[in-house]
């Protein structure tokens, strides 16, 4: 039955790619755009598990139809600390990324077999839909780096890639330079790149914009991942998907996650903090009515980690494997934040930051509670997390997202999740005009979202029913020119906007909504 269903899906799947191609055709084509790059972050490539006897390839990752168990025997890895890869288990098997649609079809949709809730695998695939009818072309001034996420941001064979696909880019499009897009962890493996390779860098690259990139790590949702595992998807969708407990396994081995935990020597305007309800015991080790709440910094929380996944292990083809926190690793990934920290932009190279906001970003971690408090560190894994929340984009902190550490021309911060901000609107304006891609030498972002209304409309509106929502935009422009005018007592211009929209009242009235910007100089 399941061979069945398998054959079902995949021809549904030929019927619909046929049906693309022609709905895909593109009817315009702007011959003087520059080449765009587009660079996931983490868990964001197909990748293919290769049969080394046979040469069979086989989706691993992202698939519906035996995902958990596939995932397991075909993904799942160990850290090698003398090469600083991560070789997969299975040992008549390798990696790939496909490089089809000249790279874009790995971080297109993840999952190209899924037919119902499709847009829960979709990635850049709103975004290239978009640039295509900007008049972008596939393989001239469009194309993809898909990558094995489980790899450090320094591995140096994911930069080689990277190198090879700067230059097949730079020729494919004539000779022009590249505007990079890269998003989430996508962002530390591009400034990894241009730290170790800064003359391939500013010889092929015009620009790189950053989306969501968690310059200074994701503390609440690495912890989380640590000592509970993470869901790639949410709601339905997840029963089909990979279970939180496998995604554990292998994120446990993965250099890239350890990167993305807390940077130790950031100034937080929070510290991020692992919590814990405990029960104190006496000196013969018996439990106590006395109950703790422990905090741990991020340098503190290491013994934690130690001491609660020492007894983690897997299963795979007969032996049971330790899979303890591994402080290899750590120690790689330490190394790495030292790369990224001193990374610099070259100076005839442009960058621009994008960060997510307005919404509830785990930061510090807590479990137990006065009531339940914990007995033996052991039980964390099969623990609740509690969560204590910033602003950022539901995954990375703002503050962490902002603090690229670089020379850049502007910082914006869009209200959006840490997916969703890829096929955010908002997020397409300011896109198409830093691309240069819109003509129009007279837009600003900033006006994009900003009507100043008279003394008379605020009155007029107060008087006509209206509900006001603020959006809460920042934008924080640095440019050479005026570094020194936008900023108010050393603090960065900053804009906030309330947007305005009718409730009741007669249908037949305009509904049109209105921003209303409060702007401090």
């Known amino acids: 039955m399941a061979v069945l269903l398998e054959d079902i899906v995949k021809s549904v799947e030929h019927l619909l790619n046929l049906i693309g191609k022609k709905s895909q055709e593109q009817s315009y084509v702007d011959p003087t755009l520059d080449p765009v790059l587009l660079v996931p972050g983490i868990a964001g490539s197909i990748l293919n598990s290769v049969d080394d006897k046979t040469g069979k390839k086989e989706r691993v990752w992202v698939r519906i139809l035996g995902a958990d168990h596939e995932f397991r025997n075909k993904l799942w890895s160990r850290f090698d600390p003398a090469t600083g890869s991560t070789v997969t288990l299975n040992a008549d098997a390798h990696i790939e990324v496909p490089e089809d649609r000249y790279g874009l079809y790995a971080i297109d949709t993840l999952d190209p077999d899924m037919v119902l809730g499709g847009d829960c695998v979709y990635y850049f695939h709103d975004m290239i839909v978009e640039f295509l009818k900007w008049g972008y072309k596939e393989g001239t001034t469009l194309f993809g780096f898909g990558y094995d996420f489980r790899q450090s941001n320094r591995f140096e064979g994911t930069l080689e890639r990277l190198a090879s696909k700067l230059e097949s880019v730079y020729t494919a499009s004539g000779g022009r330079k590249i505007n990079i897009i890269s998003h989430s962890m996508g962002g530390l493996l591009i400034k990894c790149f241009m730290s170790l390779h800064s003359e391939i860098f500013e010889k092929y690259v015009k620009s790189w914009i950053a989306i969501a990139a968690p310059f200074r790590g994701a503390p609440g949702y690495i912890t989380s991942a640590f000592l509970n595992g993470t869901s790639f998807v949410q709601g339905w969708e997840q029963n089909f998907f990979i279970s939180k407990w496998s995604m554990q396994q292998l994120l446990i081995e993965c250099p890239s996650i350890y990167e993305l935990m807390a940077c130790l020597d950031f100034k937080w305007e929070h510290v991020p903090l692992l919590e814990i309800w405990k029960q104190e015991r006496d000196s013969n080790g018996n439990a106590t009515d006395t109950v703790m709440l422990e905090s741990y910094p991020p340098a503190e929380a290491i013994p934690i980690f130690m001491e609660a996944l020492s007894a983690n292990k897997v299963s795979y083809d007969g032996d049971d494997i330790s899979m303890p926190f591994n402080t290899d690793i750590l120690k790689w990934a330490n190394e790495t934040r ?64 902002k603090a690229d550490g670089l020379r850049a021309v502007a910082r914006v911060g869009v209200p959006g999740d840490h997916r969703g901000i890829l096929c955010d609107r908002h997020v397409f304006r300011i896109l198409k005009h830093w691309l240069k891609a819109d003509h129009d030498p007279l837009y600003n972002p900033i006006n994009d979202y900003v009507i100043i209304p008279t003394a008379f409309d605020i009155e007029s509106l107060k008087s006509e029913g209206l509900q006001v929502t603020r959006l809460k935009e920042e934008w924080e422009i640095i440019g050479e020119e005026n570094r020194d005018h ?36």
Do not use: M, W
């Not at 007592?489 to 906007?497: A, C, M, Q, R, T």
């Open 338 to 401: 030292k790369l990224l920290s001193s990374a610099e932009v070259p100076d005839q190279i442009k960058f621009y930051n994008i960060y997510g906001t307005n919404n509830n970003t785990p930061h510090s971690v807590c479990y137990g509670s006065a009531k339940t408090p914990v007995s033996d560190l052991h039980q964390l894994p099969n623990l609740v997390a509690n969560y204590i929340y910033v602003d950022g984009d539901g995954t990375v902190p703002t503050e962490s997202s």
């Open 486 to 521: 936008n900023k108010r007592d050393g603090k960065p211009f900053v804009s906030e906007i309330d947007i305005i929209s009718r409730v009741g009242g007669d249908i037949n009235k305009s509904l049109k909504e209105e921003a209303h910007a409060s702007i401090v100089i």
